[in-house]
Nanobody, 114 residues
Framework: QVQLVESGGGLVQPGGSLRLSCAAS????????MGWYRQAPGKQRGLVAV???????NIAESVKGRFTISRDNAKNTVYLQMNSLKPEDTAVYYC????????WGQGTQVTVSS
């Protein structure tokens, strides 16, 4: 069905920025509300941002004002712009439909550290 590949993670200092990308295969991408999830060691995976098929967004309170989600349906891609990064943002970041119903990709590691 839909294959998801995340990229753009890395090591960044507190206060820095990263832009994550999620590339999706298949022709059904435009029919899904899409979200970015993250999972830190010892914690469960949770949603941090969602964008609907029409472009409406919802952002978790913990990252509101710092993270922005966007999508380009022509490119089958979802983005997460992360600014003012904090050590507590350290996690593996995944994309998926907002109900988690697609096959999970490998994720991309984000490490915020001095």
């Amino acid at each position: 069905q839909v294959q998801l590949v995340e990229s753009g993670g890395g090591l960044v200092q507190p206060g820095g920025s990263l832009r994550l990308s999620c590339a999706a295969s298949g022709s059904m991408f435009r029919f899904y509300n899409m979200g970015w999830y993250r999972q830190a060691p010892g914690k469960q995976r949770g949603l941090v941002a969602v964008i609907s098929t029409g472009g409406r967004t919802n952002i978790a309170e913990s990252v509101k004002g710092r993270f922005t989600i966007s999508r380009d349906n022509a490119k089958n891609t979802v983005y997460l712009q992360m600014n003012s990064l904090k050590p507590e943002d350290t996690a593996v970041y995944y994309c998926n439909a907002d109900n988690g119903g697609l096959n999970w990709g490998q994720g991309t590691q984000v490490t915020v550290s001095s």
